[in-house]
């Protein structure tokens, strides 16, 4: 099978769509003639021209609005935020609007779109570019909330979302723009809503989403070489969550350890370790433990990011002390 | 007084008026009365400007307005029954009892609601004109939002788009003096809010609100331009509402002296005098038209009063266009 990287597998589910579909279309910033920020839409304007990859000014808000008006009146916006960090400028539309289009109107209109991008920290950006806000938007009704880390996946995800009727949150990452892995040549779309077993284990499970994966599995590495199998489960949606195949995961492993990039206060995990210790109470041999990142903004200096973010050696000693290695 | 219009307009601005009050007069005394509830924002007085719309926009045109929307429905084509009914709360009401006051809409007709986010539906009116003229129609996009929103943000940002792309959208702010209890000096130095449309070099006007004929010129002028491709308008309609800013309002910031001075250019009133005055109509003929419109609002009340509440079973419907989303229950 032949290997591209995460940009392109992004790029090729857009393009297929917008091929099959003319109500498609992509707008945001430095999308068309700058061939995306990330060159995600590279070379996008040349097939599609400039009335369907759409450069805007630099007006979150305005552009989001844009999206959720033309998504009720018969289009399939594909809405590109620079990062989710200035996302945050059109949260107005996305969760006071493109949430509640289906609710406030009775269902007679609906807001069929995706609002992507990258989210999450990518290297020493400081406070205002480093954060992960997937549990913000899971914790709407309304929205569906996807956030990969590997190019196949991305690529069946984000398909499956410009053909959603309903808005999803798309988020990617800055940091895995140029990761490589296997997509086949021939169509294939993933289901939102359903997790994937990235790695078969006995003895814990581990769970996380988007560039935490790594550590995920590093650690899952690290734990065979002391014959220890970690079962690793990438949730690929955040919202509907997929908590059966953890709950079977757990019913095999009885201790579960979640690593996300994530505040601590509600996040993800915490609406995991609810759900674990409802359904499978009597499964697990361990308290359900999750490695955040600190309580606190990211800051420049490298020492402070590393301290920051989840990495494989604290998540190991987190991972042994739930199988009690620790003592 | 001699008119440009026929007498055809003028009875069909009479009748729709006239159902705009009546309907709000009542959903007023209804709402005193506790048989509606939530908010409750009327539209009384400022009717000449819905009128002077309709008359001069065709059915295929779109519309979008904030939460003072009950008229404006009405005037797009919405029946005073699923109005009354959706103030109701009821299964029948135009939202079938899910938006209530503020949120009214009618894909059908072309109303894309009943917005309750000052401002945030200028952005969306720009996106409804966005997708008409990506799919190649000649339809124009009416967009109105009230003063206090022509100072949120996003008015800025629709504006810049909307003329950089041409979208065949009328922005329409009906200033009728006040963001709530705060008057229109008390927002801004710039008090001729039309003029903020020189910043994009969009064509603005200012527009007498309370003159149905006025109201139905500007307009006119604006949707050719939309029609044509020439993009935006930006048109500051002038006008006052009679009533408080939401039912709970008693609007004390505002004195006897200025509500009993509007109500001097009332919009049915003249309307009714140049009816008489150019004999379009017998007094026996306006007696009918009231009664006919007397007869509709009492109708809406009694189908109002005898529809059911929706289903408790719709609490998870209509959250996602998908069916089969798996809602967290416990």
């Known amino acids: ?327 | 007084m001699q008119t440009p219009f026929d007498k055809k307009t003028y009875l069909y601005w009479y009748e729709l008026m006239m159902l705009m009050r009546r309907f709000e007069e009542k959903a007023g005394q209804l709402y005193g009365m506790q048989k509606i509830r939530g908010f409750c924002h009327l539209y009384i007085g400022q009717e000449a400007v819905a009128a002077g719309i309709m008359s001069a926009t065709k059915d295929t045109d779109n519309m979008i307005t904030a939460y003072r929307d009950h008229g404006l429905a009405i005037a797009k084509g919405i029946s005073a029954d699923a109005c009354m009914a959706e103030l109701y709360g009821k299964a029948t009401g135009c939202t079938k009892g899910k938006g209530g006051s503020m949120h009214f809409f009618s894909k059908e007709k072309r109303f894309f609601g009943g917005h309750g986010i000052v401002g945030a539906q200028i952005g969306l009116g720009a996106g409804i004109a966005f997708a008409e003229q990506y799919q190649g129609t000649d339809n124009a996009t009416i967009c109105m939002f009230g003063d206090g929103a022509a100072r949120q943000g996003m008015l800025h940002e629709a504006f810049n788009m909307a003329v950089l792309w041409k979208l065949p959208v009328i922005f329409i702010c009906e200033n009728n003096g006040y963001a709530m209890g705060t008057s229109v000096e008390r927002t801004s130095k710039v008090l001729d809010i039309y003029r903020l449309a020189d910043a994009y070099d969009m064509p603005g006007d200012s527009v007498d609100g309370m003159s149905c004929e006025e109201v139905h010129k500007g307009i006119e002028r604006a949707v050719r331009r939309a029609r044509e491709g020439g993009g935006p308008t930006f048109l500051e309609i002038k006008t006052y509402r009679y009533r408080g800013h939401s039912m709970s309002d008693p609007a004390k910031y505002r004195s006897k002296e200025e509500l009993e001075e509007y109500k001097e250019k009332d919009p049915i009133t003249n309307v009714l005098k140049t009816i008489m005055d150019n004999n379009f109509a017998t007094q026996e003929e306006i007696d009918a038209i009231n009664e006919k419109v007397r007869v509709e609002v009492e109708a809406s009340v009694k189908f109002a009063e005898e529809s059911p509440y929706p289903d408790d079973s719709e609490l998870y419907k209509d959250i996602y266009m998908d069916e089969n989303y798996p809602f967290i229950v416990d």
């Not at chain 1, 993933?190 to 590093?218: C, E, F, H, L, Q």
């Not at chain 1, 492993?253 to 206060?265: K, Y």
């Open chain 1, 1 to 327: 099978m032949r290997t591209i990287a995460l940009r392109q597998a992004l790029r090729e589910a857009m393009e297929e769509e917008m091929r099959r579909d003319p109500s498609v279309f992509l707008m945001g910033e430095e999308v068309a003639q700058y061939n995306g920020a990330y060159k995600v839409s590279q070379g996008m304007l040349d097939e599609f021209g400039p009335k369907r990859v759409i450069d805007t000014p630099i007006s979150e808000l305005g552009f989001a609005a844009i999206g959720v008006g033309a998504a009720m009146n018969n289009t399939r916006p594909i809405i590109e935020f620079m990062t989710w960090n200035f996302a945050e400028l059109a949260i107005d539309q996305v969760v006071n609007h493109a949430a509640k289009m289906v609710s406030m109107t009775g269902g007679q209109f609906s807001s069929p779109m995706v609002f992507r991008g990258p989210n999450g920290s990518a290297g020493q950006l400081a406070a205002q570019h480093s954060q992960a806000f997937e549990n913000w938007y899971a914790n709407v009704p309304g929205l569906k909330v996807i956030s990969t880390c590997d190019p196949y996946d991305a690529k069946g995800l984000l398909k499956s979302a410009i053909r959603d009727n309903d808005p999803v949150v798309f988020m990617e990452s800055e940091s895995l723009y140029g990761d490589l892995g296997e997509v086949p040549e021939e169509e294939y779309l993933i289901p939102i809503g359903k997790a994937a077993v990235k790695r078969v284990g006995t003895d814990v499970t581990i769970v996380s989403y988007n560039k935490m994966m790594k550590v995920a599995m590093g650690v899952a590495d690290e734990l065979a070489k002391e014959n220890i199998s970690a079962e690793v489960i990438d949730l690929r949606t955040i919202r509907p969550l997929d908590w059966h195949t953890i709950v079977e995961s757990v019913k095999k492993t009885n201790r579960l350890v979640i690593v996300e990039e994530q505040w601590p206060f509600g996040s993800v995990g915490s609406e995991i370790a609810y759900r674990i210790q409802k359904e499978a109470f009597d499964y697990l041999d361990a308290p359900v433990r999750r490695i955040t990142t600190a309580d606190a903004n990211m800051h420049y200096a490298p020492n402070l990011v590393a301290a920051y973010l989840p990495n494989v050696e604290r998540t190991l000693k987190l991972v042994k002390e739930v199988l009690y290695m620790n003592k």
